[in-house]
């Protein structure tokens, strides 16, 4: 089994800032890309941004970029959300996950999984 505990969650204020982490365990997979997906209330989980873990490169959605970071450390199994700057808009639930094939893309290109973690903006 594979597991992906999602953790640095919490209330903020608008302008603020938060640190996400996903690490991940359990047996060895195929690792292309890692990527951080949110889903706001009453909306469908969307991209957010993702990493090559072999190169490194970064993706963002438009809304994100300039104020989001993705990172890794592959010593530790670890990815990271540098999250800045943040907006009311950005409340959501932050999902990390791991894809065998491809690094932008949708949820359904993905395929494990952390169960999340709550990121609330106060206006």
């Known amino acids: 089994q594979v597991q992906l505990v999602e953790s640095g969650g919490g209330l903020v204020q608008a302008g603020g800032s938060l640190r996400l982490s996903c690490a991940v365990s359990?047996?060895?997979?195929?690792?292309?890309?890692m990527g951080w997906f949110r889903q706001a209330p009453g909306k469908e989980r969307a991209f957010a941004a993702a990493i090559n873990w072999s190169t490194g490169s970064t993706y963002y959605t438009d809304s994100v970029k300039g104020r989001f970071t993705i990172s890794r450390d592959n010593a530790k199994n670890t990815v990271y959300l540098q999250m800045n700057s943040l907006k009311p808009e950005d409340t959501a639930v932050y999902y990390c996950?791991?894809?065998?094939?491809?690094?932008?893309?949708?949820?359904?290109?993905?395929?494990?999984w952390g169960q999340g973690t709550q990121v609330t903006v106060s206006s």
């Open positions: 359990g047996r060895t997979f195929s690792r292309y890309g």
């Open positions: 996950a791991t894809s065998s094939r491809t690094v932008v893309g949708g949820p359904g290109a993905y395929d494990y």
